[in-house]
T-cell receptor, first 110, second 114 residues
């Protein structure tokens, strides 16, 4: 099956700093999603981004499908950004099953 | 507001018992998924359904079953609970023809098998 690797596994940031999280995948995909799991366990869909670039406030994501990676940018980080960020990929369209990476655990300290 | 709910939120059961975890969504989504989350493994797909009466096995389906009798519900059954099934279980849904592609998750159920 498709392999998904995320880096770094852990990240500690000072509030206000910027960061880049990376997701590498082993096969061509038609479906790539980024999720944030907050410290209470809730999973929030951040982006559906099989290719190109999207922005939502302080977060943006870029997927270069031909090179099999995606990047999640967090600017001006806040303590509420803490949690685990997951990348999930699939071979089919945006509504179908995906494979999750093991995540990047982010801690933003005041 | 439309949502996806899971019940119970926490459950403790004994080895060998049958357990059913409920998942209910009010988005009228065609597609529903069950995952388990364990430390070091991220989320792994157990079963999924692309519509009423459709069910499919995921990567870790042994010991689990699902049935889809309506659009709103996809209950997950552990036929004979084992300690290895202690985990946090998440349900998710998605819609085939949606302006918002991607999966949307319930709050999770923490299951402990003693």
């Amino acid at each position: 099956g498709i392999q998904v690797e995320q880096s770094p596994p852990d990240l500690i940031l000072q509030e206000g700093a910027n960061s880049t999280l990376r997701c590498n995948f082993s096969d061509s995909v038609n479906n790539l999603q980024w999720f944030h799991q907050n410290p209470w366990g809730q999973l929030i869909n951040l982006f559906y981004i099989p290719s190109g670039t999207k922005q939502n406030g302080r977060l943006s994501a870029t997927t270069v499908a031909t090179e099999r990676y995606s990047l999640l940018y967090i600017s001006s980080s806040q303590t509420t950004d803490s949690g685990v960020y997951f990348c999930a990929v699939g071979l089919s369209g945006g509504y179908q099953k995906v494979t999750f990476g093991t995540g990047t655990k982010l801690q933003v300290i005041p | 507001d439309a949502e996806i709910t899971q019940s119970p939120r926490h459950k403790i059961t004994e080895t060998g018992r049958q357990v059913t975890l409920a998942c209910h969504q009010t988005w009228n989504h065609n597609n529903m998924f069950w995952y388990r989350q364990d430390l070091g493994h991220g989320l792994r797909l157990i079963h999924y359904s692309y519509g009423v009466h459709d069910t499919n096995k995921g990567e870790v389906s042994d010991g689990y079953s699902v049935s889809r009798s309506n659009t709103e519900d996809l209950p997950l059954t552990l036929e004979s609970a084992a300690s290895s099934q202690t985990s946090v279980y998440f349900c998710a849904s998605s819609e085939s023809q949606s302006p918002r592609p991607g999966q949307y998750f319930g709050p999770g159920t923490r299951l402990t098998v003693t």
